[in-house]
Nanobody, 124 residues
Framework: QVQLVESGGGLVQAGGSLRLSCVVS????????MGWFRQAPGKEREFVTA????????YYADSVKGRFTVSRDNAKNMVYLQMNSLKCEDTAVYYC?????????????????WGQGTQVTVSS
């Protein structure tokens, strides 16, 4: 049984940083993608970033480019999201997700496994 568990969320002031972690258990992925999505109150879930398992390719939403960095540790089956220069509009529940697909990684429908989410709140 595949499980994804996020951690590292919290309350931070605008301009600050947070690092989210996601540990994957129950399976070792060697292809496909790991993604981060977020959902703010009253809004749809949106793509944040994705990283491919087999190759060092990453994708970012325009809204986070230059501020967020995704990375992975294959040996530990973990994925990280370093978030710098946080803005109030980054406030959301952040989810990590695993996809067996190598295409369409910005689409939530391509992901088969999801974590429970971790709250990130950025105050002004």
């Amino acid at each position: 049984q595949v499980q994804l568990v996020e951690s590292g969320g919290g309350l931070v002031q605008a301009g600050g940083s947070l690092r989210l972690s996601c540990v994957v258990s129950g399976r070792t992925f060697r292809r496909g993608a790991m993604g981060w999505f977020r959902q703010a109150p009253g809004k749809e879930r949106e793509f944040v970033t994705a990283i491919m398992w087999g190759v060092s390719i990453t994708y970012y939403a325009d809204s986070v480019k230059g501020r967020f960095t995704v990375s992975r540790d294959n040996a530990k089956n973990m994925v990280y999201l370093q978030m710098n220069s946080l803005k109030c509009e980054d406030t959301a529940v952040y989810y990590c997700a695993a996809s067996e697909s190598t295409v369409g990684v910005a689409r939530s429908s391509e992901y088969q496994y999801w974590g429970q989410g971790t709250q990130v709140t950025v105050s002004s």
